[in-house]
T-cell receptor, first 112, second 112 residues
């Protein structure tokens, strides 16, 4: 079983719809992250959380919100989806500030 | 604001040849990470570099970090087809919230 699980793996939605991407982990890490990947742009940070009560905006948080329901769960919501939010979304966890990120398998989102 | 730039962005090479991918970053940091991504897959951690002069090697790949030059290199020795992938470097912000900023990625294609 994957240590970091993202659901759904693929999602097609229409402009204006609200959607939620979910992430759960069994690694026991406090730090969780949401990144977005677009071709040629690398990965850009949307939101990150160091514990249930500590949630922070990343470089591209506009149009997104998050919820840290428990240490193991970190959800990303698009309040009103738009086509330029079409991308590959990754959730990641991290053990400490000297550790690498551990990524989920990604959610491919298409907004039509 | 930390910026991370990789070059080249695309690299096509023959099996058996050597080549280097460069990762430059704009502000002070002594923590740098290299990842590999296969098409349609997630990112896999390759190397963690945590100090000036750090060198790590795994098989045909070797990574190094020069914090004074704000430069990391990923050297490929005697390339084989299985190393074809996209490689990302990521740099940890030095102060405040510790989060990783990614380069754009280098798509490496190794031809027989």
């Amino acid at each position: 079983d994957a240590d970091v699980t993202q659901t759904p793996r693929n999602r097609i939605t229409k402009t204006g719809k609200r959607i939620m991407l979910e992430c759960s982990q069994t690694k026991g890490h406090d730090r969780m992250y949401w990144y977005r990947q677009d071709p040629g742009l690398g990965l850009r940070l949307i939101y990150y959380s160091f514990d249930v009560k500590d949630i922070n905006k990343g470089e591209i948080s506009d149009g997104y919100s998050v919820s840290r329901q428990a240490q193991a769960k970190f959800s990303l919501s698009l309040e009103s989806a738009i086509p330029n939010q079409t991308a590959l979304y990754f959730c990641a966890t991290r053990a400490s500030s000297n550790s690498p990120l551990h990524f989920g398998n990604g959610t491919r989102l298409t907004v039509t | 604001e930390l910026k991370v730039e990789q070059n080249p962005l695309f690299l096509s090479m023959q099996e058996g040849k050597n080549y280097t991918i460069y990762c430059n970053y704009s502000t002070t940091s002594d923590r740098l990470y290299w990842y590999r991504q296969d098409p349609g897959k997630s990112l896999e951690s390759l190397f963690v570099l945590l100090s000036n002069g750090a060198v790590k090697q795994e098989g045909r790949l070797m990574a190094s970090l020069d914090t004074k030059a704000r430069l990391s290199t990923l050297h490929i020795t005697a390339a084989v087809h299985d190393l074809s992938a996209t490689y990302f470097c990521a740099v940890d912000t030095h102060q405040g919230a510790q989060k990783l900023v990614f380069g754009q990625g280098t798509r490496l294609t190794i031809n027989p």
